[in-house]
Nanobody
């Protein structure tokens, strides 16, 4: 079983920054990718960013390119999402995702990010 614990959400003014963290723990899993999705009120969950655990390759949805940066600490099994130049439309619950090499997906409990205008 894999456990993902997120932290770092909160309330920030437009133009501000936040850093999300997600630590993975558990047994018998090998990480393929870790990343972040988000879900705004009344909308479906959407992909934000992901990082390949071995190569470090990163991918972003277009709306956050140039503002968000995803990184990892392999030794700590932790992924980070640095969010700069935040906009009100970034307001959502942010969910950490881990995809293992056996294609299983695991999700965190979510952390609220609120950007005020």
């Amino acid at each position: 079983q894999v456990r993902l614990v997120e932290s770092g959400g909160g309330l920030v003014q437009a133009g501000g920054s936040l850093r999300l963290s997600c630590a993975a723990s558990g047994r018998s899993f090998i990480t393929y990718t870790m990343g972040w999705h988000r879900q705004a009120p009344g909308k479906e969950r959407e992909f934000v960013a992901t990082i390949n655990w071995n190569s470090g390759s990163t991918y972003y949805t277009d709306s956050v390119k140039g503002r968000f940066s995803i990184s990892r600490d392999n030794a700590k099994n932790t992924v980070y999402l640095q969010m700069n130049s935040l906009k009100p439309e970034d307001t959502a619950i942010y969910y950490c995702n881990l995809r293992a090499w056996d294609s299983r997906d695991y999700w965190g409990q979510g952390t609220q990010v609120t950007v005020s205008s």
